[in-house]
Each structure stands twice: as structure tokens, then as C-alpha cells.
């Protein structure tokens, strides 16, 4: 599968964003989904993922409360849905997909086979 992730843009602290990844190729079915982001000088992290199986939400405790991973399976389409920015939002968003990632594994990109080539946010203060 091959993934794109869009809508990234400059936005003012306290504002709201919403982060697209679209699938081509075949459909999100049986791939667990996850964003990461990675900050200049900074390591990527976990941000959020999305299970295959029931579809379980996990976040990073940085964005939980702020942020909802959504999918819509029509439109190939996995959301974030970023709320309540902060200047430490600021980052390249990356979504990312692979079937049988285990829970326990989630937050490992390691993990994850297909990636998108990013997205840039930029939180304003």
C-alpha cells in the first residue's frame, strides 16, 4: 500500500488541524494505522495509532485529549485530528501502516512497513 499524508500547514497556538493520510493500492482493511512526528534535532516519536482488529485508539500522552485518530474506510482515508495546538506540535507528521502490530509494539516504528513522505505542521506562538 501506498500512503500520502496531507494538510499540514501554519497554525496559531490554540487552533485546530486536521491531518489526512490516504491509502492507494488497497484499502486500510486488516492494517493497523499510526501517526508519528519528528521535531528538528529530534527523534521521531509516537504520536497515535489505530488498530486493525475493533479499531483501539492509542495516543501519547503529550497529545491525548488534543488529538483523535479516526478512519473512514470509503474514502481510504485515516484522520488525526489535531485540537488545542501547541509550538510543540510543531513537526513533520507521518502516517505509517502494517498489518499484525502487535500492542505492545504500537509506538515502535520499527513496527510499520509502508510510510508516507510526510507532513509539515507549524504551530505558531
Known amino acids: 500500500v501506498q500512503l500520502q499524508a496531507c494538510g499540514g500547514r501554519l497554525v496559531q497556538a490554540g487552533g485546530s488541524l486536521r491531518l489526512s493520510c490516504v491509502a492507494s493500492?488497497?484499502?486500510?482493511?486488516?492494517?493497523?494505522v499510526a501517526w508519528f512526528r519528528q521535531a528538528p534535532g529530534k527523534e521521531r516519536e509516537f504520536v497515535t495509532a489505530?488498530?486493525?482488529?475493533?479499531?483501539?485508539?492509542y495516543y501519547a500522552d503529550s497529545v491525548k485529549g488534543r488529538f483523535t485518530i479516526s478512519r473512514e474506510y470509503a474514502k481510504y482515508t485515516v484522520y488525526l485530528q489535531m485540537n488545542e495546538l501547541k509550538p510543540e506540535d510543531t513537526a513533520v507528521y507521518y502516517c505509517?501502516?502494517?498489518?499484525?502490530?502487535?500492542?505492545?509494539?504500537?509506538?515502535?516504528?520499527?513496527?510499520?512497513?509502508?510510510w508516507g513522505q510526510g507532513t509539515q505542521v507549524t504551530v505558531s506562538s
Open positions: 505509517a501502516a502494517s498489518p499484525g502490530v502487535i500492542l505492545s509494539n504500537l509506538a515502535n516504528q520499527d513496527g510499520y512497513n509502508h
Open positions: 489505530i488498530r486493525r482488529s475493533g479499531g483501539g485508539r
Open positions: 493500492g488497497r484499502t486500510f482493511d486488516g492494517l493497523t
